[in-house]
């Protein structure tokens, strides 16, 4: 086959769904397992980005996730692949937080870099995203892990709770409670954060 | 808050964080209620800094080909369904020509195959509503949890298959993991001189009903 071939082939396949796509990889054709990475990698990053809170950790697991999709693809029946990759990187993810607390004493917040550039800004500057995105990482990581991952699958991942579901397991009434609740500490750990940080500017 | 009040709170946070309403919008709606604006306010903040994370959240450019390099390490598992299906139907097959002529032979208990070395004893005990049974004997020096019995169908059967030589076998019965007891079906038993008897089993290879 020649190389066009191959890349008319593999254009080809970035159009089919995802079940025709895991067929072929099923039929030993890795190449269309890229086709399912270039898909999901940048969701599943986000999703598990926002609960462990740190860049590399986030991508690690990434790839795991991808890896045992990869090494279980046998095992996926036609349906919801991107359901079932979710389900996949969220025990990577719970095994990876079990793992990294039992190790450490301190929180998994302490994995969050923040950096803390406060001190002596501009009272009338917003907050630079870095540091906004920071603030909400910290607050996120002050949540019990249930919380977390049901504003995270809501409001960063915009799931519907249909979908949040199937992926966690956990009855649509109580993942609205969590969300909401998610969303009231959240709102009040940054007005906290925000009147100190204007109390501190002034 | 009142309740009413409480209830169009948390609709109106709701719908501008779920993105149906803007900031705007969602101002008016709480219009002439300065409590619940300024109270509206931490949720605006809320969604600007995770939105912020939404579009910061990016990985690595290079990752889907970090990934793709260590799955073409992976061994490729083929499935090829037909291929597999004759494999697990010869197996099966296989494992069944041997098993159910053993089995029809084995029922009719204690008697050994007449086979030049090693024969296969099906041990069995009934007892309903045991937790475990294992089989101990001089054949695997009374270790309890060597020979575990199996009621695969839960009727209160236990069964063990063991392999042996000749010769002759004192042996004893575990239920869960205490009681020592002999085998009733036993052709022979003897005194452990502990005050426990223990149950013989004499396996020779000459003619059936020997012993």
Redesign the interface.
Known sequence: MSIDEKNTEATELEEKDDDFVVEKVKQGDKEAFGVLVMRYHREIFAFVRALVRNQHTAEDLVQETFLKAFAHIHTYRKGNFRQWLYKIARNCTIDFVRSWNSKHTDSIEEHASIPDTRTGTDPHQLLADSELVAVFEEALGTLPPALQEAFVLKHILEMNYTEMKKITGVPVALLKVRVHRSRKRLAEHLKHFLNSFREKAL | MKLKKRLLF?RV?EDF???RINEEDALALLKGDTELQEAF???I??K???S???S?????PG??E???R???A?P????RAPLFLKVYAAALTAVLCILIPAAIFLSLHHQPKTSPDVVYVKFVLHRPGARSVSIVGDFNDWNPSATPMEDLDGDGTWVAVVPLKKGRYNYAFVVNNSLWIPDPLATDYVKDGFGNVNSVLKLSYEKQGAF
Do not use: T
């Not at chain 2, 910061?56 to 690595?60: C, E, F, G, V």
């Not at chain 2, 490729?76 to 499935?79: A, D, K």
């Open positions: 948390y946070v964080l779920s993105n306010k931490q949720y903040a809320l600007k800094s995770y912020r994370f939404q910061r959240a990016r990985p690595s990752l889907p970090k990934i793709m260590q799955i073409q992976q490729v598992v083929v499935e």
